[in-house]
Structures are given as C-alpha cells and as structure tokens.
C-alpha cells in the first residue's frame, strides 16, 4: 500500500471516529445485541430492523478506541438497505481480510477496506470486528452478550 492510501484510509478511520454514522439508539429494532472486547474496553450495542430479509435500519450506541467505533460506523453504512444474506457475506469478507485471509484482495468490501491495515496489529482485529460479531448475535436473535475472545 502506497504512504499516500495508508493516510487517506487513516483520515477516514479517524473522521468515523470523531464523527460516527448511525450513532444512536434505535425505537423501531427487530433484533439488537451487546458486544464486549475486555482486552481493549470497548463496548457497543447493535440495534437492526430487518423487514422482508431486508436491513431496513441500523444504529450502534457505545463504541471505545477509535478502530472500534469507526469500524461500528463503517458497518452501518456498509450493511443499511441490504439483504440479510449480503451482510453475512460481507462479514465473512470482513473478516478474511482483516485476519489477513483474503490474500490483499478485498473483494467487494468498498468503504470497508479502510480498516484493513488492521491485520498487522492482531489485538486490534477484536477491536474491527466487535460490532460485526455483535451484529451476528443480534441476527441470530442471540441475546447473550458477545466476549471476543
Ligand atoms: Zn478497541
């Protein structure tokens, strides 16, 4: 990656940062869940409306170090109006390239992509994929809390 890409991707990481999308609490959610990342300290609630098998609205409320919000962020633009079987794909995504799976491809992941400089530092991929996993829970209609760990 070119010093040029890596501070733009750094400038869009800090702008979710300091100014996050769809941070708020949700009324009108069919599903929600609690996620934990005890090794950072971060802390976020996923609210979702799905209606039709499609994510008709978003919200996330808490957050904690800047990967961990701004990625919470980037989900919700990522995954609002798309059908629920795109967002488990788009995890699986997600996921493969910020554990450094995917090969540096990205595939699809658009926005997304801005977070895969994670995969260098290995206790910030709990920090990215927080939000994500409690995403899954609240689809799964899991209410558990999710500890990534
Ligand atoms: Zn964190």
């Given at each position: 990656?070119?010093?040029d890409?890596?501070?733009?991707?750094?400038?869009?990481?800090?702008?979710?940062?300091?100014?996050?999308?769809?941070?708020?609490?949700?009324?009108?959610?069919?599903h929600?869940?609690?996620?934990?990342?005890?090794?950072?300290?971060d802390?976020?609630?996923?609210?979702?409306?799905?209606?039709?098998?499609?994510?008709?609205?978003?919200?996330?409320?808490?957050?904690?170090?800047?990967?961990?919000?701004?990625?919470?962020?980037?989900?919700?633009?990522?995954?609002?109006?798309?059908?629920?079987?795109?967002?488990?794909?788009?995890?699986?995504?997600?996921h493969?390239?910020?554990?450094?799976?995917?090969?540096?491809?990205?595939?699809?992941?658009?926005?997304?992509?801005?977070?895969?400089?994670?995969?260098?530092?290995?206790?910030?991929?709990?920090?990215?994929?927080?939000a994500?996993?409690?995403?899954?829970?609240?689809?799964?209609?899991?209410?558990?809390?999710?500890i990534?760990?």
């Amino acid at each position: 990656m070119s010093g040029d890409l890596r501070e733009l991707y750094q400038q869009l990481v800090f702008d979710h940062y300091k100014r996050p999308r769809n941070q708020h609490v949700l009324g009108q959610a069919t599903h929600h869940a609690e996620g934990h990342n005890p090794l950072c300290g971060d802390e976020v609630t996923v609210w979702i409306d799905v209606a039709d098998g499609i994510v008709r609205d978003v919200a996330f409320e808490g957050g904690g170090c800047a990967i961990a919000t701004a990625s919470a962020s980037l989900m919700t633009e990522a995954i609002k109006g798309r059908p629920v079987a795109d967002v488990e794909r788009i995890f699986e995504a997600f996921h493969r390239m910020v554990t450094g799976k995917d090969g540096g491809t990205h595939a699809g992941l658009g926005k997304l992509e801005v977070l895969a400089g994670v995969r260098e530092f290995p206790l910030r991929v709990k920090c990215a994929t927080l939000a994500w996993h409690t995403l899954h829970a609240a689809l799964e209609r899991d209410s558990k809390p999710v500890i990534t760990e």
